[in-house]
């Protein structure tokens, strides 16, 4: 199984401030990047990808990536309660498969 | 246009019995995936199907095994069930290049073995 390693938080963060979502890759061959978010009892929505180096920017999301440290990194700005969900880094092999960190829990302190 | 659907919503099931799930992929969508995901973890690779023949598997025992049907659609059977294959399975369905789209998840399917 492809290694993505991610901090399992919890990460707690007021209204309005930046979240930072950190998340590394052992498949050095990767070629694209995805952030889902899962809500408790839901299943995963994407909500970014990105496959070349440098920011991706959609609405309040960044999405980062350095194929050379082989980290990807996802910032939400202005973050609201409604953020509170579990991040979740995949990455997509040569072959066509996803595969997934075990997520990171993000509370929005209102 | 019509998402990944997943049945049944929920299932309990005994240890040592066997259980299949299915799932209908997205329109347009040739690939499907599935996970498991137990409670607090994330989703753990199970295999893929793509034209009818498994690309990919994960660490998963033969016991898990796999169907997909030409309309794309998609069976995931578990024989021989233990306590730990308790988990929410999810199906996701992809185009074939999936390295702009990414997957579309099911609402997944609740396994609980007793």
């Known amino acids: 199984q492809k290694e993505v390693e991610q901090n399992s938080g919890p990460l707690s963060v007021p209204e309005g401030a930046i979240a930072s979502l950190n998340c590394t890759y052992s498949d050095r061959g990767s070629q694209s990047f995805f952030w889902y978010r899962q809500y408790s009892g839901k299943s995963p929505e994407l909500i970014m990808s990105i496959y070349s180096n440098g920011d991706k920017e959609d609405g309040r999301f960044t999405a980062q990536l350095n194929k050379a440290s082989q980290y990807v990194s996802l910032l939400i700005r202005d973050s609201q309660p409604s953020d509170s969900a579990t991040y979740l880094c995949?990455?997509?092999?040569?072959?066509?498969?996803?595969?997934f960190g075990t997520g990171t829990r993000l509370t929005v302190i209102p | 246009e019509t998402g990944v659907t997943q049945s049944p919503t929920h299932l309990i099931k005994t240890r040592g019995q066997q259980v299949t799930l299915r799932c209908s992929s997205q329109?347009?969508?040739?690939?499907v995936s599935w996970y498991q995901q137990a409670l607090g973890q994330g989703p753990q690779f199970i295999f893929q199907?793509?034209?009818?023949?498994?690309?990919g598997r994960g660490n998963f025992p033969p016991r898990f095994s796999g169907l997909q049907f030409p309309n794309y659609s998609s069976e995931l059977n578990v024989n021989a069930l233990e306590l730990d294959d308790s988990a929410l399975y999810l199906c996701?369905?992809?185009?074939?290049?999936?390295?702009?789209?990414?997957?579309?998840f099911g609402s997944g399917t609740r396994l609980t073995v007793v």
């Open positions: 995949a990455v997509l092999s040569g072959a066509n498969n996803l595969f």
């Open positions: 996701a369905s992809s185009p074939r290049d999936t390295r702009f789209y990414g997957y579309t």
């Open positions: 199907y793509y034209r009818e023949e498994e690309n």
């Open positions: 329109s347009g969508h040739n690939t």
